[in-house]
């Protein structure tokens, strides 16, 4: 009898348990659906009429190429946390259409970079003629670009940092931070610098937000951005497009 109680009891609490992961489960898909940040339909619908860049909704993510054919530079970018990937292809048109740089904007598994396990040639196959590949990322998406950074020749952060160590590679980095930024805020970004290699270029743009570095309107505790959309466009095609000519083999 002691024993058949025993085995009852082992078996409710594995049952239990059960119940306590499929909760869990359903409940980290549930709401990694919930709350995604859309993409603002004007900027997006500005990219689509571009006539210099060619839009793709390929298997491997958003592919952003320039109309007169591939470069030699190519950027992986990983979207942040419950972004839409469309949010992101105003900011980075500037690079394609001025300076040949074919992007290909991820989808995160479940919205969230850290659930997405692929590597980098899973993206980088999309577009095979480019030589040259750049990881890039916002917000948690920089946090998983920095994991990839020593499978690619140079790192883009956007509002980001690193939580691993990359102090030792000689990977050339690019971050972008915003002195409105009230989620990566520079002081954040200030104290993880150390992870980041010596010669890591670090510019914070006057005014920018941490919802600045893409187009998807506000966000929950962020600062209030003082720089027009335009103008913060501008500025982050500039930085890219001088970083990117670096690169060229």
């Known amino acids: 009898m002691r024993r058949s109680r025993g085995r009852k009891v082992v078996i409710g609490i594995l049952w239990g348990l059960v119940a306590l992961l499929v909760l869990g489960v359903v409940g980290i898909l549930v709401w990694s659906q919930v709350g995604v940040m859309a993409a603002e339909p004007e900027p997006l619908a500005a990219v689509r009429e571009n006539p ?10 958003i592919v952003l190429s320039p109309a007169d054919g591939a470069g030699d530079v190519g950027l992986v970018f990983i979207p942040g946390a419950k972004v839409d990937p469309w949010a992101y292809a105003a900011i980075l048109q500037g690079i394609v259409a001025e300076d040949d740089v074919t992007v290909v904007i991820t989808r ?6 850290f659930f997405d396990p692929r590597g980098l040639d899973a993206f980088t196959s999309a577009a095979p003629e480019v030589d040259a590949w750049a990881v890039g ?4 998406g920089g946090v998983r670009a920095c994991q990839l950074a020593p499978d690619a020749e140079a790192l883009v952060l956007f509002a980001s940092y690193c939580s691993s160590d990359i102090s030792a590679s000689d990977v050339p980095v690019l971050s972008l931070a915003g002195s409105k930024d009230g989620l990566s805020t520079p002081e954040k970004i200030a104290d993880a ?10 510019v914070e743009i006057a005014g920018a937000s941490h919802a600045s570095f893409g187009d998807y309107g506000p966000q929950p505790g962020d600062g209030n951005p003082t720089i027009q ?8 095609t500039d930085l890219l497009g001088r970083f990117a000519d670096s690169l060229a083999p």
């Open 229 to 236: 959309d335009e103008q913060m466009h501008a500025e982050a």
């Open 52 to 61: 210099d860049i060619v839009v793709e909704d390929a298997p491997e993510g």
């Open 137 to 140: 990322g916002h917000s948690l």
């Open 193 to 202: 610098r150390h992870l980041l290699p010596a010669d890591a270029d670090l």
């Open 108 to 113: 995160p598994w479940l919205n969230l970079a």
